[in-house]
Structures are given as structure tokens and as C-alpha cells.
């Protein structure tokens, strides 16, 4: 089954600042997916990402806050803007194959 | 659009206790099921899947059926180790390849 490698898998970050986070799979695939999951809550999806277009946002999320980019089908990247310690969560990337989505380690920002 | 509804936490049983995890869901068409498990401080990790109905998933002595009548993928295991302790996500797959994931429920096994 592919890898998906995500970094980094934790930092801590002063308010206002932005944090980048990576998602790198080893092998190419069509819609990558981005996660929030806040704490002690279920996951929410963020935005999909598709190679050569703009990433579609959910409800609630949008890109000044949110950017995303997907240059190639094996990368992506979803940026943390202007944070506040609202924006504490593990954030994680996944791909979808056959039947199947997989799942990067995450990353557990926490916003001091 | 799709959703996933899991029964509420925390659940907490004595070690060898059976366990039950509801699970029910809408969809258009016929999604794919999972559960996930997500272990203190660790990430998200497939636990089993269901792709079609009357199948049965299984992984590590926790299975789950898709009852495609009921809705429902409710989880089940014989016999709970404290090792189990973890929280558990419901979802569906749907043919946007999109995950939708129900609330997450807290296990507490105690010894």
C-alpha cells in the first residue's frame, strides 16, 4: 500500500504566525484531503486538493486562512495562517485509493 | 449529504468485557465503512472495512458488519484488553473519496 509522510508532526507556534505543514506520498494520486481534528473532537474535512486547480474549501474554512497548494500529484502543502491558540488541533492529510483512505502521522500544532 | 452517527462516550468496561459500538450512517449510493482507531498521542489507523453490504470486517478480534437494511457498522469485540483503550472512529467512504467521519467514541478498558 502507499506511504503518506507528513511533517512536521508537532510544533508550537506564537500567535500570528503562520505554520506550513507537508504531506508527501510515495506514489501518485488524483484528490488529497486535508483534516482538521480538534481536541477531543471527531475530524473535519478542511478542503480537497486536486493538482492543477484550486483546493475546494468546506464550509467554514477558507483559503486566506487555509491556504493549500498541490504543484504535483504526489505533494501537498496546507498553511496555518495568522494563528490563534482557536487553531490548536492535529491537522492531517489523507489520499483515497480503491476502497480505501489513507492517513498521514498528522500534526499537532498547539498556538501559544 | 453523507453523515455518521456513533453512539456517545466515554464507554468504560472491565477487562474481558464484551464490547458494542453503535454505528449508523446515511449516504447516497452504497459507501464503503470503516472503523478507525486512534491510540493516545498516536495518529489515525484503519482498523477494518466493509466495501459492500452483508460483508463483515474483522481485524484483531473487533468485527463489524454492514447492515445495509439497518444503516448501520456497529463495531463488536468478545473480549476487551486494556490495551483497547483508544478512541474509535466510525466513517463512510463515498464515491467523492471524501471520508465522513461520525463523532469518535472513547474506550476505557480497566483491569
Known amino acids: 500500500s502507499a506511504v503518506i509522510s507528513q511533517k512536521p508532526s508537532r510544533d508550537i507556534c506564537q500567535r500570528g504566525t503562520s505554520l506550513t505543514i507537508q504531506c508527501q506520498v510515495d506514489?501518485?494520486?488524483?484528490?488529497m484531503f486535508w483534516y482538521r481534528q480538534q481536541p477531543g473532537q471527531s475530524l473535519t474535512l478542511i478542503a480537497t486538493a486536486n493538482q492543477g486547480s484550486e483546493a475546494t474549501y468546506e464550509s467554514g474554512f477558507v483559503i486566506d486562512k487555509f491556504p493549500i497548494s498541490r504543484p504535483n500529484l504526489t505533494f501537498s502543502t496546507l498553511t496555518v495562517s495568522n494563528m490563534s491558540p482557536e487553531d490548536s488541533s492535529i491537522y492531517l492529510c489523507s489520499f483515497s485509493f480503491v476502497t480505501e483512505a489513507f492517513f498521514g502521522q498528522g500534526t499537532r500544532l498547539t498556538v501559544v | 449529504g453523507d453523515s455518521v452517527t456513533q453512539m456517545e462516550g466515554p464507554v468504560t468496561l472491565s477487562e474481558e468485557a464484551f464490547l458494542t459500538i453503535n454505528c449508523t450512517y446515511t449516504a447516497t449510493g452504497y459507501p464503503s465503512l470503516f472503523w478507525y482507531v486512534q491510540y493516545p498521542g498516536e495518529g489515525l489507523q484503519l482498523l477494518l472495512k466493509a466495501t459492500k453490504a452483508d460483508d463483515k470486517g474483522s481485524n484483531k478480534g473487533f468485527e463489524a458488519t454492514y447492515r445495509k437494511e439497518t444503516t448501520s457498522f456497529h463495531l463488536e469485540k468478545g473480549s476487551v484488553q486494556v490495551s483497547d483503550s483508544a478512541v474509535y472512529f466510525c466513517a463512510s467512504h463515498n464515491a467523492g473519496n471524501m471520508l465522513t467521519f461520525g463523532g469518535g467514541t472513547r474506550l476505557m478498558v480497566k483491569p
Open positions: 506514489s501518485q494520486v488524483t484528490m
